[in-house]
């Protein structure tokens, strides 16, 4: 079945320490990958996103998420993370082929800063 | 400014009754979307449209139902018959091409007592 994982439901990192956020999902073809957050009881807002090209994309913020194909992963990271970081963090995927238009997400990552 | 505007934010109801959410986007998108969020199941595709007057299930569908009777509107109406609605209801709206991102509007909160 087509899903997004994402393996991690709770972290919590230190103030100034590098994060990394997983992310793998299962489609045959090269989906089209996105990395969303959000800030309680609001929207989501869009990080990141790869479509082709470069493998290793930049977002907002100071993210940058790389995609691999042999791993079917598309892992977010940051190298020093801000108390204001603290959110949660979705991947989300559309599926490659012709006829799709759905966006398919995974079940979030809670992001928590330690002082 | 352009944008996806979700009303109201809180919203609450007595069991048995319908309710509708309201989702207006001023981005001149083809396709939206819904999605309801609980904690800890992420988001979940409720209805989704690519075109005006016309609209797809998604994988919860279930006593919900939507209309698109206008390219900027697409409004969610609760049914009655869905056994659990209380939870974040979350609106998005992108282009038709496949690469491209979604934009979301804030939220409603539905609550029923």
């Known amino acids: 079945a087509q899903s997004v994982t994402q393996p991690d439901i709770h972290i919590t990192v230190s103030e100034g320490a590098s994060l990394e956020l997983r992310c793998n999902y299962s489609y045959g073809a090269t989906p089209y990958l996105f990395w969303y957050v959000q800030s309680p009881g609001q929207g989501l807002q869009l990080l990141l996103k790869y479509f082709s090209g470069d493998t290793l994309v930049q977002g907002i913020k100071g993210f940058e998420a790389e995609f691999k194909r042999s791993q079917s992963s598309f892992n977010l990271r940051k190298p020093s993370v801000h108390w204001s970081d603290a959110a949660e963090y979705f991947c989300?995927?559309?599926?490659?082929?012709?006829?799709?238009?759905?966006?398919?997400f995974g079940s979030g990552t809670r992001l928590s800063i330690r002082p | 400014d352009g944008g996806i505007t979700q009303s109201p934010k809180y919203l609450f109801r007595k069991e048995g009754q319908n309710v509708t959410l309201s989702c207006e986007q001023n981005l001149n998108h083809d396709a939206m979307y819904w999605y309801r969020q609980d904690p800890g199941q992420g988001l979940r595709l409720i209805y989704y449209s690519q075109i005006v007057n016309d609209f797809q299930k998604g994988d919860i569908a279930e006593g919900y139902s939507v209309s698109r009777e206008k390219k900027e509107s697409f409004p969610l109406t609760v049914t009655s018959a869905q056994k659990n609605p209380t939870a974040f209801y979350l609106c998005?709206?992108?282009?038709?091409?496949?690469?491209?991102?979604?934009?979301f509007g804030q939220g409603t909160r539905l609550t029923v007592v």
């Open positions: 989300a995927v559309v599926p490659g082929y012709s006829s799709a238009s759905k966006i398919i």
């Open positions: 998005a709206s992108r282009t038709k091409a496949r690469n491209t991102e979604a934009f």
